[in-house]
């Protein structure tokens, strides 16, 4: 399988067997949350996330912790242990094995194996020009999780954020299979407008995004205006700069920056039938999900580049 335009997750066609394959992913993060268990948990449901981003179903899972055993207490270990574990049973996943290494540093994730329909695989390569995106889950942990290291963030917007980044993918890919998707991604470290890239770059097309339609965690945009961003989230605004075409002054430009937010655990972007689109993100949003259509799918206009984006209020 090609590797050079960035689908979330490997497949790889099981034996000789044309209509199934295996997916294949692997994640690690570093705590964005004090409680061990919690991050644990929001740690696994990251990295389970780019099978259902295929539009597949994860079945096993290896824990990969990153500890340093000789400065902080095993129980610590054992209570983000337990929260990945929450997070796989919670999925249906096996944790059968795991690989640990001592490091200065705590991280943990998930090397993922999972399996799909190859009739139903949602690659970043089968977007169609005049679909609609449609974007499950609200945007801005990257603000919140600087806004909580700051000791700036209430317990109600960090609430918030956690129930999103424990909440798994799987129930939105579920109600996506009722509808006309073709093309998904899910969106993490590179932000909303990074991961689309992709999918643009995959499929040949460009897109409008309405940053007015962009769902926010809250208080996510007061945090911003703060200037509660991380590296990450402007790391990636910079890199998109060239392929991102910002229209509506200041408040564009706070909005095409949180478009670029660097998400833990963020939603599915899906590219739906424009017809559909309605109809998914009420499925969706029945489901408890903050969904939202937040742009559309087009074809390059003379001497526009595919990957480019036009943002605007």
């Known amino acids: 399988m090609s590797t050079e335009l960035a689908d979330d997750a490997a497949v790889v066609r099981l034996g000789a067997d044309p209509d199934r394959g295996v997916v294949l992913t692997a994640d690690v993060i570093a705590p964005l949350v004090d409680d061990p268990e919690t991050f644990g948990r929001i740690a696994a449901t ?9 539009g597949g179903r994860p079945l096993y899972a ?6 340093p055993d000789d400065q902080l207490p095993l129980e610590v270990l054992a209570a983000i242990l337990r929260g990945g574990a929450a997070a796989c049973a919670e999925a249906g996943v096996a944790i059968v094995g795991g690989h ?11 090397s993922v194996t999972g399996e799909v329909a190859l009739a139903g695989l949602l690659s970043n390569r089968t977007a169609r020009a005049g679909q609609r995106l449609v974007l499950s889950k609200a945007l801005g942990t990257g603000v919140i999780g600087q806004a909580i290291k700051k000791d700036q963030a209430s317990a109600e917007e960090e609430e918030a954020a956690v129930r ?3 909440t798994l993918n799987g129930g939105a890919l579920e109600v996506a299979r009722r509808f006309r998707v073709t093309a998904a991604t899910d969106v993490t470290g590179f932000g909303l407008c990074g991961h689309l890239r992709n999918i643009l770059r995959g499929s040949g097309l460009c897109a409008s995004i309405e940053l007015g339609a962009l ?11 703060a200037g509660l961003v991380p590296g990450g989230s402007r790391a990636n605004r910079s890199f998109l700069a060239p392929l991102l075409q910002v229209e509506g002054g200041e408040e564009a430009e706070l909005l095409a920056l949180l478009a670029c937010d ?13 017809g559909d689109a309605a109809e998914l993100v009420a499925a969706l949003r029945e489901s408890g999900l903050p969904a939202a259509d937040v742009g559309l799918l087009r074809a390059p206009e003379p001497g526009e580049e595919a990957g480019a984006m036009r943002l605007s209020t």
């Open 262 to 274: 660097a998400q833990t655990s963020g939603g599915l972007l899906l590219a739906v039938h424009a």
């Open 62 to 67: 290896l824990n990969l912790v990153f500890f």
């Open 215 to 225: 769902p926010l965690l809250p208080g996510v945009r007061r945090h911003a205006t």
């Open 100 to 110: 640990t290494v001592r490091d200065p540093e705590v991280k943990y994730g998930l």
């Open 46 to 54: 990251n990295s389970i996330s780019d099978v259902y981003a295929m």
């Open 164 to 166: 999103s980044m424990t």
